[in-house]
C-alpha cells in the first residue's frame, strides 16, 4: 500500500456514523465491564459452599491487568557491566570471616578386637561475626555434637567459644567467644537478591583458609525437594555456581554491597552446585536463638503440597476449574483434634495466604506456620470448591521428629 504524504489523514467516508459506532462499542464495552465485575464479586457462599463456623467470606478480586515492561531507550546499557574486580569487598569482609575447628568423639568398632570404642574426631568450618560483642553464625552440623569448639580470627589470634543457639531443621548454630573488638558482617536482604546477580562465598574449602569464590545466583527457593538433605528440615536454599566444598560450611555469601545474603551450607554431590540458607531466614529466628537457644516450632496440625502438583483428576476434585491458575498449598490430610481441625478446615481447602501474605508454595506455609509461635492465632485465607473466606486458626506445637541421614555438606 502507497503511504499517505505527510498531513492530516485523510477522512472516511461516513466519519460522522464511524463516530457514534465508536461510541456504541465504548458504552457496550463499559457495560461489559460492569458485568464482568458484578460476577467476579459474588458472594463466596453461592453454589451451596459450606463454609466452616467462623468463616468470613472473601470477595474474588479480578485479576488487573499486566502492564507492558518498558523497553530500554535505544543505544542504551540494559545490562550492568560486571565488576573489574572483588578485591575492595574482599578486604571489607574477609576479617569478620573466622575459621571454627571442633573436637568430638564417636562411637567406631576396632578393626583388631572387634570391639566398640569411642574415638576422637576433628571438624572444621567456617563462620561470620554479626556482632563486635563475639556473636558467630554457622552452620548446626559444624558444631553439632562437638566436646570444644574453637575459633581462629583472621589475625590468628583464636579463641574458645560457646555454642549458645542451635536449630538442626535449618541447620543453623550461633557462638560466641570473650573479645569487643571485632567487625560484624552486615546482614542484607535475601528476598531483594535476583537470579543471575553476583556474589561472593568466603570460607576455609579443605582447610585453605579465607579461600574466596566468586559466582552467581542460580536458583532461588531450593527445597528438600531439590537438595537430599534431612527431609524433616526446613529448606528454602540459594543455588549458585560460586565455589563451594567441605570446610566452606558457615561461611557467607556476600552480595556487591558487601552485605550477606545467605549462609554457606551445603554442595551438590556432583560438585560445582552450592547452596546457601537466605539470610532472611536466619534472622527469623535469630532472636529467639539468642534468647532461649533453640526454637519451638508451632503448627497448624495439617500435610500440605503444592498446588501445581495435583494431578487432572485431582484439581478437579478441589474444585479447580480447567486452566484456573492459583498459587497455594493445598490439604491433604487434617490431624483429628489438631488446630486445622478445630477451626473447621478439611482436606481439599487450599491456603492461599498467611496472616496476609501470599503462599505461593507449599514450603513457604510450613516456614511461616513453624515460626510464627505456638498458641498464636492466625488468619488464613482458604479457598474451598471454588470460594475463598478467611478463618482464624490457633498454632499447637508441632511434635518432635526425629532427624533423617543428610546428604552432602
Known amino acids: 500500500m502507497k503511504p499517505h504524504p505527510p498531513g492530516p489523514p485523510p477522512r472516511e467516508k461516513g466519519g460522522g456514523s464511524v463516530s457514534r459506532g465508536s461510541r456504541r462499542l465504548a458504552l457496550i464495552a463499559l457495560l461489559l465491564g460492569v458485568t464482568a465485575c458484578d460476577r467476579g464479586l459474588s458472594g463466596p457462599g453461592d453454589g451451596g459452599v459450606a463454609l466452616p463456623p467462623g468463616a468470613t467470606p472473601v470477595p474474588v478480586a479480578v485479576a488487573p491487568p499486566i502492564a507492558p515492561v518498558a523497553a530500554a531507550p535505544a543505544g542504551s546499557l540494559a545490562v550492568a557491566m560486571q565488576p573489574v574486580s572483588f578485591a575492595p569487598i574482599v578486604r571489607m569482609a574477609d576479617p569478620s570471616v573466622v575459621t571454627i575447628t571442633t573436637v568430638g568423639t564417636e562411637e567406631e568398632i576396632s578393626p583388631f578386637t572387634h570391639r566398640r570404642r569411642r574415638a576422637q574426631t576433628q571438624g572444621l568450618g567456617t563462620g561470620f561475626v554479626i556482632d563486635k560483642a563475639g556473636i ?21 589470634r583464636t579463641f ?18 570473650e573479645t569487643k573488638d571485632l567487625r560484624p558482617l552486615v546482614l542484607g536482604d535475601s528476598d531483594a537478591i535476583d537470579v543471575g546477580d553476583w556474589v561472593l562465598a568466603i570460607g576455609n574449602p579443605f582447610g585453605l583458609s579465607h579461600t574466596v569464590s ?36 558457615g561461611g557467607p555469601l556476600l552480595d556487591l554491597r558487601g552485605e550477606v545474603v545467605g549462609m554457606n551450607s551445603a ?6 552446585i552450592g547452596f546457601a540458607i537466605p539470610i532472611n531466614m536466619i534472622k527469623a529466628i535469630l532472636p529467639v536463638l539468642l534468647r532461649d537457644g533453640h526454637l519451638t516450632r508451632s503448627a497448624l496440625g495439617i500435610r500440605i503440597k503444592d498446588v501445581r502438583e495435583l494431578s487432572r483428576e485431582e484439581r478437579q476434585a478441589v474444585g479447580l476449574a480447567e486452566g ?3 498459587n497455594g498449598a493445598v ?21 492461599v495466604a498467611f496472616e496476609g501474605m ?10 511461616l506456620a513453624s515460626t510464627t509461635g505456638v498458641g498464636r492465632t492466625v488468619t488464613l485465607r482458604v479457598q474451598r470448591e471454588g470460594k475463598q473466606f478467611e478463618q482464624k486458626v ?5 511434635p518432635e521428629q526425629p532427624a533423617a541421614a543428610a546428604g552432602p555438606r
Open 331 to 351: 490439604i491433604d490430610y487434617v490431624g483429628a483434634g489438631g488446630p486445622a481441625d478445630k477451626a473447621g478446615l478439611a482436606a481439599g481447602d487450599i491456603v
Open 136 to 156: 558467630i553464625l554457622t552452620n548446626n552440623h559444624v558444631v553439632k555434637e562437638a566436646q570444644t569448639v574453637e575459633v581462629k580470627l583472621s589475625d590468628e
Open 358 to 367: 501470599p503462599i505461593d508454595r507449599s514450603s513457604k506455609l510450613q516456614w
Open 160 to 177: 574458645p567459644a560457646k555454642v549458645v543457639g542451635t536449630d538442626p531443621p535449618t541447620d543453623i548454630a550461633v557462638v560466641r567467644i
Open 324 to 326: 484456573e491458575a492459583v
Open 267 to 272: 554442595m551438590h554431590a556432583g560438585g560445582g
Open 214 to 249: 566468586a559466582g552467581i545466583i542460580s536458583a532461588k527457593g531450593r527445597t528438600k525437594d531439590d537438595v537430599p538433605l534431612d527431609p524433616t528440615g526446613y529448606y528454602d536454599f540459594l543455588q549458585t555456581d560460586a565455589s563451594i566444598n567441605p570446610g566452606n560450611s
Open 394 to 398: 490457633t498454632l499447637g506445637q508441632l
